[in-house]
């Protein structure tokens, strides 16, 4: 069964990093799927993400790994989450993150990707301003509304797992 929640109130956290998660949310999402191993997570768009393993092309952010996310450096079904939190756009990429040479996203590229790093029956989570395609061999399991407050666009982060679904 599908489900559908909402998170409101979040406030954001950006003295830690312009358009990083909302404060708790992180927190949040741990408990929700269960999780307690830090080395199982991945943030493939990954900031400053406080738990986890995180890749990034911005080394100014000082991620575990300079890597692009279309073009993930690790073996197929390593990690039990991939957590996926893309600029919004290529302008916002350019802009507010400054990867001035950053190639135009690819959201079919990073989804496929996302879910090969995927283990099986693990889950691929993903940020966004609206409902984005499935990633191979996956189903939607739960999406969750962040209602952020003070005039914020309401975010949307679609939980999927990874069953094997083509
Ligand atoms: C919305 S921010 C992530 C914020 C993060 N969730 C946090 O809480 O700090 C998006 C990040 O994706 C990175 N990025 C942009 N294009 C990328 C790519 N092709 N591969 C990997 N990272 C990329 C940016 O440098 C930026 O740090």
């Given amino acids: 069964m599908i489900t559908t929640m909402v998170w409101e109130h ?3 956290d950006e003295p830690r990093y312009m358009g990083g998660f909302p404060k708790g949310y992180e927190e949040k999402l741990w408990r929700l799927l269960g999780y307690r191993d830090p080395s199982q997570i991945l ?11 995180r890749i990034d092309i ?6 575990d790994f300079i890597m692009d996310a279309h073009h993930l450096e690790f073996p197929d079904e390593s990690f ?3 957590i996926c939190d893309p600029p919004f756009s290529d302008n916002d990429n350019k802009n ?10 690819n959201e079919k590229q990073w989804l496929s990707e996302a879910s090969r790093v ?19 061999n996956t189903s939607l399991w739960m999406t ?5 407050n003070s005039h914020r666009h309401t975010h949307v982060v679609q939980i999927h797992i990874k069953d094997g679904t083509p």
């Fill in 118 to 136: 995927c283990k099986k029956n693990g889950f691929i989570v993903v940020r966004h301003l609206w409902n984005i395609s499935r990633p191979p």
């Fill in 80 to 82: 039990e989450v991939v």
């Fill in 144 to 148: 969750i509304l962040l209602r952020l």
């Fill in 10 to 12: 979040l406030e954001f």
């Fill in 43 to 53: 943030h493939v768009f990954g900031g400053k993400a406080k738990i986890g393993v």
């Fill in 58 to 63: 911005n080394p100014r952010v000082e991620p």
């Fill in 96 to 105: 507010k993150y400054e990867n001035l040479d950053a190639k135009p996203l």
